[in-house]
């Protein structure tokens, strides 16, 4: 099942752009991202990995986790 999911994301990811190579890894990268901003620390339950440790340090971009956390901070706000 990864192997079609993976030529299928690298095959409409190259319709999307197609002077930027992506790859399988790029869009578990993304994914994972996403889970985390969503679910904290308890994102490893659903991406499968074992270790949130693991996860943070191969998985996650923090670019994107620090641009969603100054984007959703308020001071002024509950």
């Known amino acids: 099942m990864k192997y079609h999911i993976s030529k299928a ?3 409409f990811a190259q319709i999307i752009n197609p002077e930027e190579k ?3 890894k790029h869009l578990r990268k993304t994914f994972s991202t996403a889970a985390y901003i969503q679910f904290g620390n308890k994102a490893n ?3 499968g990995h074992s270790d949130i440790e693991v996860m943070k340090n191969h998985y996650i971009n923090p670019k994107e986790v620090q641009k969603i956390a100054r984007e959703s901070f ?5």
């Open 22 to 24: 992506l790859e399988f």
């Open 9 to 11: 994301f690298s095959h």
């Open 74 to 78: 308020d001071v002024f706000n509950e």
């Open 45 to 47: 339950i659903i991406t």
